[in-house]
């Protein structure tokens, strides 16, 4: 199975600040990745697939990029509903897995 | 608009069986494929079971293969997930999510059930 892997696991940020998020793959995965956001109680949202691809209505201030073993998701000014967990999934096998999250709250 | 809505969940006693059902509705359920994922309270994402549009393939996350079984009805308008030999680390959210694009991202979610295995 393809293990994942997100870094950091908490995030402490401020508006307006950019924010990186990665995550790592056991194996590579060439661009088979996807990004969700989470809100407590919430089901996830999809932000980007295939490691780079915006999802219609997803805010442009979310992007992805990588490819192979590494990838990043980049906010590039946080704003205040952007406060959330945010999950990376692997889809380039059949047994999919998620990262561990990225915990995003206020500095 | 697509809207997924599950049902099913419940409080069930260790080695009992649940089926939780997702059902569809703005779409057809057979130009999706369909797959579950759980989440633990305080927990990660989970992705658990697999099922693509025409049923044909079928796959499961080692944590629930042998006892968790994915299906379809044939009117393709609902989604279901028969538990079975449950344990107290399948206490979850359980959420069932569609890829409408067939290339195994999940684009729509329902709001998720809540599964507690305890006696």
């Known amino acids: 199975d393809i293990q994942m892997t997100q870094s950091p696991s908490t995030l402490s940020a401020s508006v307006g600040d950019r924010v990186t998020i990665t995550c790592r793959a056991s194996?590579?995965?060439?661009?088979?990745l996807a990004w969700y956001q989470q809100k407590p109680g919430r089901a996830p949202k999809l932000l980007i697939y295939?490691?780079?691809s915006l999802q219609r209505g997803v805010p442009s201030r979310f992007s992805g990029s990588g490819s192979g073993t590494e990838f990043t998701l980049t906010i590039s000014s946080l704003q205040p509903d952007d406060f959330a967990t945010y999950y990376c999934?692997?889809?380039?096998?059949?047994?999919?897995?998620f990262g561990p999250g990225t915990k995003v709250d206020v500095k | 608009d697509v809207q997924l809505v599950e049902s099913g969940g419940g409080l069930v006693q260790p080695g009992g069986s649940l089926r939780l059902s997702c059902a569809a509705s703005?779409?057809?359920?057979?130009?999706?494929?369909m797959n579950w994922v759980r989440q633990a309270p305080g927990k990660g994402l989970e992705w658990i079971s697999y099922?693509?549009?025409?049923?044909?393939?079928?796959y499961y996350a080692d944590s629930v293969k042998g006892r968790f079984t994915i299906s379809r009805d044939s009117a393709k308008t609902s989604l279901y997930l028969q538990m079975n030999s449950l344990r107290a680390e399948d206490t979850a959210v359980y959420y069932c999510?569609?890829?409408?694009?067939?290339?195994?991202?999940?684009?729509?979610w329902g709001q998720g059930t809540l599964v507690t295995v305890s006696s």
């Open positions: 999934q692997q889809y380039n096998s059949y047994l999919f897995t």
């Open positions: 999510a569609g890829d409408s694009n067939s290339d195994n991202y999940f684009d729509y």
């Open positions: 295939r490691a780079s």
């Open positions: 194996q590579s995965i060439s661009s088979w």
């Open positions: 703005g779409f057809s359920l057979s130009t999706f494929s």
């Open positions: 099922i693509s549009g025409t049923s044909s393939k079928i």
